[in-house]
């Protein structure tokens, strides 16, 4: 059989680099049936196409057979890969200048955000692979893609067995600052890590644990210049404005990214300012010498 992949975010995003892991998957497990796996070209002729999007912001392309197989929340799709596939260890030959492995620990979250796909998707946390199911042999890097990965006990296990290693980790969802506790930041402290360590602060009422965890940085010898934040901005500007400052005015350096909402599926698109925002403001470092309203204030916005 050949096998055609397709990967919607390569195709129109040259700069992207981190690659599809259920398209590894895909092509793993052809490759053991003894099928001619390639990346899909609209001039050729194919037994089966797969297509995986991640973002709906994503253009589809309009060339893709119609009996192509679709998957990822781009395409609106919370399916998931069957069993058989899931379990196979996935195909790094497909992604050559990826040197470091990716995967899951846990699937699922115990939020239900409404900005979040994860909890109609994956459901609640659940324990999902080993570390060692994760790793290659070729490289001592990890990136792990859990979306709350402190939020059950095998998750934090999992990070113990880690922080004992060689591994340099990286994970790159923002953890949830609101349960970081003397435990969680001892194993935090002692994992080699490959430049962040990720946070998220997507509502004012996070704010006094980013206070709180200050503490446990300096108490656990964690440098606050290895923290990154993530930070949501919805259509209220100001409220997001309102954490940046707090955020700044707590720590001079860590790492603050702003994330405009998007959801086309629901109508949520981000406006002009939300952009300008997150992509010039916040991007820009410019809060580090100025407010938000002076910001507007210098650029005539107000």
Request: hydrophobic content about 35%; overall charge neutral.
């Amino acid at each position: 059989m050949r096998v055609a992949l397709h990967d919607a975010e390569r195709e129109h995003m040259p700069h992207k680099t981190f690659p599809n892991y259920a398209l590894m998957k895909i092509s793993a497990y052809h490759k053991l049936l003894g099928d001619t796996v390639e990346w899909w070209n609209s001039f050729d002729q194919y037994d089966r196409v797969y297509s995986s999007k991640v973002f709906d912001f994503t253009p589809e392309n309009p060339y893709l057979p119609p009996d192509t197989i679709k998957g990822g929340t781009g395409y609106r799709l919370f399916n998931t890969l069957p069993i058989e596939i899931d379990n196979v260890f996935p195909d790094y030959s497909i992604y050559p200048d990826c040197d470091y492995a990716i995967g899951y620990l846990t699937r699922g979250c115990i939020r239900n955000c409404p900005w979040c796909y994860v909890p109609r998707k994956e459901g609640k946390i659940k324990p999902y692979r080993r570390w060692q199911e994760l790793v290659r042999s070729d490289t001592k890097k990890l990136a792990l893609m859990d979306n709350n990965i402190l939020a059950c006990d095998y998750g934090i296990s999992q990070l113990a067995e880690l922080s004992e290693t060689d591994y340099i980790i990286d994970i790159n969802q923002g953890m949830d600052i609101r349960l970081l506790n003397d435990e969680i930041v001892q194993i935090l402290a002692k994992m080699k890590w490959h430049r962040f360590i990720r946070f998220s602060c997507y509502t004012r009422s996070q704010l006094p644990y980013f206070h709180e965890a200050i503490r446990f940085f300096d108490k656990y010898g964690v440098a606050k210049s290895r923290i990154f934040i993530y930070i949501l901005v919805r259509e209220d500007i100001d409220d997001a404005a309102e954490r940046v400052a707090e955020l700044n005015g707590m720590c001079k350096s860590w790492t603050l990214y702003a994330q405009a909402e998007r959801n086309e599926p629901r109508g949520i698109i981000p406006n002009k300012m939300q952009l300008e925002f997150a992509q010039r403001y916040v991007y820009g470092r410019l809060y580090k010498r100025e407010s938000w309203q002076e910001y507007c204030q210098r650029k005539n916005f107000i």
